[in-house]
């Protein structure tokens, strides 16, 4: 068996499990909500806040810019290339009450998860720059990735990698740039 087919096994039968846990209301809000701070807005808040806190700050904001845009012109070349249906498109959960971004055509593929890639991106640079505050830059990272999987936007297999080349992105970047 190849490692593709384990990995796509390993994500059916994760999709069951996801499809079987009836998760406890705060636990769906709070996927929900860092479903959606990872659509940008927890990025465009920390904006003004990296601003306020002088040259490291804009240094940061610069480095996370330039981490976005590198994650996001990646994204969209893999996901053009690979069209991987989400698991929502699959199998219907009346728990999964929201839907994909539609702002770009290739936001309807799930292969790999940008909302992880950008968040791990974005959120490494930041990680880095401000070592005090990175266990709640990357738990908010973490949070809206585990999203993508219990809302039934994304295969785990989708997420692991956006978290991964995220990761080397915003490493990349930030030693490159900050370092």
């Avoid at 593929?109 to 959120?123: C, E, Q, R, V, Y």
Wanted: aromatic content about 8%.
């Amino acid at each position: 068996m190849s490692v593709l087919t384990q990995v796509l096994a390993s994500d059916d039968r994760l999709l069951g499990r996801v499809l079987e846990w009836k998760a406890p209301r705060w636990v769906r809000l709070w996927m929900r909500a860092a479903t959606r701070l990872g659509d940008g807005w927890v990025w465009l808040a920390a904006a003004p806040l990296l601003l306020a806190a002088g040259s490291p700050g804009v240094r940061a904001l610069g480095a996370g810019v330039v981490s976005a845009v590198i994650a996001n012109a990646l994204l969209v070349c893999v996901k053009r290339r690979v069209r991987r249906m989400r698991p929502c498109e699959r199998v219907f959960s009346p728990s999964w009450d929201i839907s994909p971004l539609g702002w770009f055509p290739s936001d309807r593929f799930s292969f790999p998860s940008g909302h992880a890639l950008n968040a791990f991106a974005i959120g490494s640079v930041l990680a880095l720059s401000f070592p005090a505050a990175a266990v709640l830059i990357l738990l908010v990272a973490a949070s809206v990735a585990a999203s993508r999987v219990v809302l039934g936007l994304h295969w785990l297999s989708d997420v692991v990698a956006g978290v991964v080349v995220g990761l080397v992105i915003g490493t990349l970047v930030w030693l490159a740039l900050l370092c």
